[in-house]
């Protein structure tokens, strides 16, 4: 069964219910003093990638057009950001 709403105090006890509603793609109205507060309702989460496709990848970074940069500009340039964000002590 369906839950149509949920008390702030019931999503304590009801919290299994609560995740089953969710899981079946029902939504939730919370209830907070008699009032409806919110609406909870199931996360659109994507599918993940099946396949990995390393020439549609090697397309869409030629697209990019982005610059040729060595190990040591890489990590001249990753060191520069560090101590701007953290400060000259960690390097």
Same mark, same amino acid.
């Given at each position: *069964?369906? *839950? ?9 006890? %009801? ?6 509603? $969710?899981? %079946? ?23 993940? $990638?099946? %396949? ?7 397309? $869409?970074?030629?697209?990019?057009? /982005? ?8 990590? %001249?340039?990753?060191?520069?950001? /560090? ?6 002590? /960690?390097?």
């Amino acid at each position: *069964m369906y *839950m149509n709403y949920i008390t702030t105090t019931q999503l304590r006890t %009801k919290s299994s219910e609560l995740v089953e509603t $969710l899981k %079946k793609g029902g939504s939730v109205s919370l209830i907070h003093r008699s009032k409806v507060v919110a609406e909870i309702r199931p996360k659109n989460e994507p599918k993940p $990638l099946t %396949k990995f496709d390393i020439k549609k990848l090697q397309k $869409l970074a030629e697209k990019l057009n /982005l610059p040729k940069t060595s190990y040591k500009e890489r990590e %001249k340039r990753y060191r520069n950001h /560090l101590t701007e964000k953290y400060g000259k002590g /960690l390097s």
